[in-house]
């Protein structure tokens, strides 16, 4: 099993260009969740999702938008990127409902915003 | 207000056991409390998980008193390879939101 892949791993864009993180896991879980990493900072949470069809909001989710049309799939959108967006994303799922989930992450997406 | 609270830094040597303590007093009755470790360029990884009383696995262990405000991760021996940063989550699905974490260093 390849657990959770994220890609692109690394992208540069410029200030107004969007662009589409994409996770992808092979473990049948339910939920998932978009997490930013600034550097020497903790992961903030952006978005989760606890099914398919289903999306919402967490810490930072502003200039982000998110669908998870797939349950193996949670796509984070950045629909017109800024500097301050510039960070590594993260993408996390777990299968366990209620509070024992262990959360297992992809390798991370660097993202610089120019 | 910041779910958990745990120390910004811990130094240490090879072969000490370690213990980095995390204070939660807003704990829901149903919230499990997970220790992870992240190297950089990597995304965290799980180390234990607990609800309360005392967990072991292989590599930790993880110490919750009866009033669940608090909880101890327990690293014995540390290696330079223990480097990293140590988070505890708190929380269920929908609030899986980590703190700023605890960066350790192990030195020779």
């Known amino acids: 099993n390849a657990g959770v892949t994220q890609t692109p791993k690394f992208r540069v864009l410029k200030t107004g260009q969007s662009m589409t993180l994409l996770c992808a896991q092979d473990m049948n879980h339910e939920y998932m969740y978009w997490y930013r990493q600034d550097p020497g900072m903790g992961l903030r949470l952006i978005h989760y999702s606890v099914g398919e069809g289903t999306t919402a909001k967490g810490e930072v989710p502003d200039g982000y938008n998110v669908s998870r049309l797939k349950k193996q799939n949670f796509l984070l959108g950045l629909e017109s990127a800024a500097p301050s967006q510039t960070s590594v994303y993260f993408c996390?799922?777990?299968?366990?409902?209620?509070?024992?989930?262990?959360?297992?992450f992809g390798e991370g997406s660097r993202l610089t915003v120019l | 207000l910041a779910k958990t609270t745990q120390p910004i830094s811990m130094d240490s040597y090879e072969g000490q056991e370690v213990n980095i303590t995390c204070s939660h007093n807003?704990?829901?009755?149903?919230?499990?409390i997970t220790w992870y470790q992240q190297f950089p360029s990597q995304g965290p990884r799980f180390i234990i998980q607990?609800?309360?009383t005392k967990v072991t696995n292989e590599v930790a262990s993880l110490f919750i008193p009866a009033d669940r405000k608090s909880s101890t991760l327990s690293l014995p021996r540390v290696s330079l390879s223990d480097t990293a940063v140590y988070y505890c989550?708190?929380?269920?699905?929908?609030?899986?939101?980590f703190g700023a974490g605890t960066r350790l260093t192990v030195k020779p």
């Open positions: 989550l708190v929380g269920g699905y929908n609030d899986m939101r």
């Open positions: 607990g609800y309360k």
């Open positions: 807003n704990i829901a009755t149903n919230d499990y």
């Open positions: 996390a799922s777990t299968g366990l409902a209620g509070n024992t989930g262990e959360l297992f």
